[in-house]
Structures are given as structure tokens and as C-alpha cells.
């Protein structure tokens, strides 16, 4: 798969709102670098026009330069590897590579992040990890929506959910979450291609979704559908000024806000269907 690299230059402090506003651009890919940061996006995917409606919304988008380069598909894992470190999350979850040593952990996961999103670096998926730490899952039915590298569908099998289920639209990532699964002693994980559409007639005790504001404002009232009663809706992916958008959008489907964390202008935050 042929991706297109947008490199912007600017101060270190845009980068994460170039990332949430990007995300919803349809941008799979980040990488943070001395003078600003790294876009990529399936060429088949990127759409001009959409490209600049988004980026004049950003703030101070006035202060931001770009160029792009066509990227043909090559081995990103040796990309990856030369930059991943392990990750640590509440003293309890480690998180490393293969090619990193075993450390004597309560929960040890081993990500290989191909193309996918999610290593527990970033400030949304470490926070979700952290939301889930709080959980009781034993037992649970799961769905991880936008898996990505499958590290939070992982966790949950780790913390002994059941029936659990990851879903994504890329095909990279539901290849890197199937070997991930098997890599991790996790092979029950049913892993399928495709969007919110795939839940119809389904439902979970806990549904995890960290993806970005506009899919999460558009799905959470197919995600209130498909809860238990008394089941958890744990969201991330989108900034500390979204969050009376999804707080009203998931007041307004039927749920009941619990909890948030924030960190580095992200939210993540935890829901429940009474």
C-alpha cells in the first residue's frame, strides 16, 4: 500500500493538535520529530480539498509549513524499532517489543507496531489502559472498536474478558492485531475488518473506543445500543475542547459520565448504561 508522508514544521507544542485534527482527516500514522512532525495516509484515501478545510480549522494554522512525499510500501517495522522504547502504565502494565527483553511485570504485553496505532506511548491509549486497570473484567464480553495493533483487545484478555471482539477498517492493523494476539498467548480473540456497522445485533459488557472525535460522536449511539445494561463505554481519542461535545452527545444517547483523565491536552473518559 502506497502512503502519502506530510511533513509539517512547526513548534513541538502543535504537534498534538495537529494529530487530533488530522486524525479526523482520516491520517493513520504519526511521528514526532525534532522540527515539527510526520503525517501518513493511505494515497488511495487523501483528499485535497478535505486536507485544506481541515487544516485551516487548526489553530495558528497560519504558523504551520508542509511538504508531502509519496511513500511506497516498505518495511515500517524496521522504522518503528529504531524509535519504540517499552512503556510502563501504573507500575503494573508493561509494554514492550520483541526485541526487547522480558521484565518481571504483573501483566506484559509484546507489541509489534507494524502500521497500526496504539503502543502505550500515546497519551490516549495509556490512558485507556489506565481506565481499565480501575475494572473489574473477569467474565466480560469486550469490543475493542478501532483496534489498531489490538494492544487494548490484548489487555482485556489478559484481565480475563471473554468473547472478546476487535474491529478495523485498515487492513494493516487487523494483520498486526492477529499477530499480536497470537504473539501475546491470546489467540480467542475474534478479530474482523470493518466500522460501527458490524455491531448490529451485537452487544458487550465493555466497549473501548480510541479513534478520534468525529467517528466518536457519530457512533456513540450505535455503541449505547450494542451495552449490556450496566455496561462500560470507556472513549479516547479526542481533545480537552471536545469534551463537552462528547459529554452532551453521550448525556443525549442514554449514558451516564463516571470518570475522565486528561494528559497532554487528550481526554479519555468512562460511561455507563443504566
Avoid at 482527516?25 to 495516509?41: N, Q, R, W
Amino acid at each position: 500500500m502506497e502512503y502519502l508522508e506530510i511533513r509539517f514544521y512547526c513548534k513541538p507544542a502543535m504537534n498534538e493538535i495537529l494529530i487530533a485534527w488530522l486524525g479526523n482527516a482520516g491520517f493513520d500514522m504519526f511521528e514526532e520529530i525534532e522540527d515539527g512532525l510526520k503525517a501518513y495516509i493511505p494515497s488511495m484515501e487523501f483528499d485535497q480539498k478535505n486536507f485544506k478545510e481541515v487544516l485551516a480549522q487548526i489553530p495558528e494554522a497560519e504558523n504551520i509549513s508542509f511538504d508531502q512525499t509519496l511513500i511506497k510500501d516498505q518495511n515500517w517495522n524496521s522504522q518503528w524499532e529504531s524509535n519504540f522504547e517499552p512503556v510502563t502504565i501504573e507500575g503494573r502494565v508493561h509494554i514492550r517489543a520483541p526485541f526487547h527483553p522480558s521484565q518481571n511485570f504483573e501483566t506484559e504485553l509484546v507489541i509489534e507496531p507494524k502500521m497500526s496505532f496504539g503502543t502505550g506511548h500515546h497519551a490516549t491509549t495509556s490512558m485507556m489502559a489506565e481506565l481499565m486497570l480501575s475494572l473489574s473484567m473477569d467474565g466480560k464480553s469486550v469490543l475493542d472498536m478501532g483496534c489498531g495493533s489490538g494492544i487494548l483487545a490484548i489487555l482485556a484478555a489478559k484481565f480475563k474478558a471473554i468473547n472478546i471482539l476487535a474491529v478495523d477498517n485498515d487492513d494493516w492493523a487487523i494483520e498486526n492485531c492477529l499477530e499480536n494476539s497470537i504473539r501475546n498467548n491470546t489467540p480467542d480473540l475474534k478479530i474482523i475488518k470493518g466500522e460501527s456497522e458490524v455491531l448490529e445485533n451485537l452487544s458487550f459488557d465493555i466497549i473501548l473506543a480510541n479513534i478520534n472525535r468525529n467517528v466518536l460522536l457519530a457512533d456513540i449511539p450505535l455503541y449505547t445500543k450494542s451495552l449490556n445494561k450496566g455496561g462500560l463505554l470507556l472513549l479516547s481519542g479526542f481533545l480537552s475542547e471536545d469534551r463537552k461535545m462528547i459529554l452532551d452527545k453521550a448525556a443525549e444517547s442514554g449514558l451516564r459520565f463516571q470518570k475522565e483523565l486528561s494528559r497532554l491536552n487528550w481526554m479519555a473518559m468512562q460511561f455507563v448504561k443504566e
